[in-house]
């Protein structure tokens, strides 16, 4: 009798310690993880703030021009995205800021890393789930030892105590695994939105080196029907008007080659944003851009690489404290009760009790506990390099961008020097071609042609600055806060 209160006793106690771990892990599961760079756990009641320099960075760029902040959570992005049309391909305007919106929400690989940190979440209840008793029922008839044979009903109850932080570091190592899968999210968010803005600018590149080209045929066949009519009045030779000829056909070619490249830039764009894509309505905001880049002060912890790669080492922390607590033994209470049926009921009696307090530990694995814990020691060791390494190449990255726009900003004034002198050249050999007749065809011609080159270098070189500044966002680790992307679930 005295045995029969305690067994019932001791499975009260088994019940009471799996609700308490149960509304401990539910309390857990009312909490969010918020990383702002570092991540930790907050209320989910609880407004999230942001770090400082971010919110610099989004009030300065909010002033330049509003943009609606995205909805970027994995419930959001995790669902079949039919997005609204939002007249983008009707003439609706279509700046940076747009198309990197319509991107991030419509992109399927950010709906595949999303799903993906979903699942890296279940990994910490997985985790959790060692602090909860383990309880398990069965049936199994044959021969029940010294009771004979028959059948034998079984419910059985265990518990950990306690276990040198087995379940404890691995929780900490699937909430770290949580955190790398995020930064893994918010890599592919940016790099969505670096290739949709890159897009964006090529489509606005590949314009206006049309526009400059078909002025350029056009200044041509001018030159070519002076040329015809000269050689008609006797007062040049047909060489004037062939030369003229060959140049018209040359720089109709060009125009056929960069309208050739504008269509397979917008294509890419309209891959991007998932709907058509009208270049009239294309535009990128320099002033804002310009603005966005100048507050920004580069951080060598800031760029995403750098925070997976540090989240990645807290993972490989806490895989070598794992690994260490593995070869500790583990102890446990346990609590069953038996049901036998047939003889063996006749001679067991009606019930069976067992509660026991249980060591597990191996004492011989072949060497393995210790060679896991080697092999976590060299993880951790090589998650500490890949820090340093993403470091220095975010340094080197954002430091050789910083000096490439450094450059095309002088190359554009040089050019804009340059485009003025010709122009005011080309004018002055047509006066003289005209009148004094000290110029030929051919010195109009070259004219021509150098003022398309100008334009095109200068078209060239403002467009490459505006892609330098889009990298130089990306590579500090800012696309997030620059392009308003932050959301509560990275």
Not at 131 to 151: D, H, V
């Amino acid at each position: 009798m005295y045995l029969n209160k305690l067994y019932w006793g001791m499975l009260a106690c088994l019940a009471f310690s799996s609700l308490a771990v149960a509304g401990e892990t539910a309390g857990k599961n009312g909490k969010r993880m918020v990383c702002r760079p570092e991540c930790q756990w907050l209320d989910a009641a609880v407004p999230v703030p942001a770090a400082p320099a971010a919110t610099a960075v989004r009030q300065a760029v909010a002033r330049a021009g509003a943009q609606p902040r995205l909805d970027l959570s994995v419930d959001h992005l995790a669902r079949d995205w039919q997005p609204a049309d939002t007249g983008a391909g009707q003439g609706g305007a279509l700046d940076l800021w747009r198309a990197v919106g319509l991107a991030v929400e419509t992109y399927p690989s950010i709906r595949d890393a999303a799903a993906q940190l979903d699942q890296q979440r279940e990994a910490i209840n997985v985790a959790r789930a060692g602090y909860l008793p383990t309880i398990q029922t069965g049936l199994n008839t044959g021969r029940q030892g010294a009771y004979g044979s028959g059948q034998n009903l079984s419910l059985s109850a265990s518990q950990m105590i306690y276990d040198f932080g087995k379940v404890a570091n691995a929780v900490k190592g699937a909430e770290a695994g949580v955190r790398v899968q995020r930064f893994q999210l918010m890599s592919e968010v940016d790099e969505v939105a670096r290739q949709s803005a890159q897009a964006l600018i090529e489509v606005a590149r590949y314009r206006a080196l049309r526009d400059s080209a078909r002025t350029l045929v056009d200044s041509l066949q001018r030159l070519r029907q002076l040329a015809r009519q000269r050689a008609d009045e006797g007062a040049s030779t047909q060489a004037d008007l062939i030369q003229a000829q060959s140049r018209v056909e040359a720089a109709e070619a060009s125009l056929l080659a960069i309208q050739t490249q504008l269509q397979q830039q917008k294509s890419k764009l309209r891959t991007m944003i998932g709907r058509e894509v009208s270049e009239a309505a294309v535009s990128v905001p320099a002033e804002r851009l310009q603005q966005a880049v100048r507050l920004i002060e580069p951080n060598p912890r800031m760029p995403v690489s750098v925070r997976m790669a540090l989240a990645e080492r807290e993972e490989a922390e806490a895989q070598l404290s794992l690994a260490r607590s593995n070869t500790r033994p583990t102890f446990t209470v346990d609590g069953g009760v038996n049901k036998y049926f047939g003889n063996a009921g006749d001679m067991a009696g009606e019930r069976v009790y067992t509660l026991t307090l249980g060591v597990k530990h191996d004492l011989f694995a072949g060497g393995a506990p210790s060679a896991r814990v080697r092999g976590a020691g060299q993880a951790l060791r090589a998650a500490e390099e890949r820090v340093h390494t993403r470091q220095l190449e975010a340094r080197d990255q954002w430091t050789a961008l910083q000096e490439q726009m450094g450059g095309l900003d002088e190359r554009l004034r040089v050019l804009a020097d340059r485009q003025k002198s010709i122009v005011d050249t080309q004018r002055l050999y047509r006066e003289q071609y005209l009148s004094l007749g000290t110029r030929t065809l051919l010195d109009l011609l070259n004219a021509e042609q150098e003022i398309f080159q100008a334009q095109s270098d200068s078209v060239n070189a403002r467009h490459d600055l505006w892609s330098a500044q889009v990298a130089f966002i990306n590579a500090t680790g800012r696309m997030h806060d620059v392009f308003q992307l932050e959301s509560d679930s990275l």
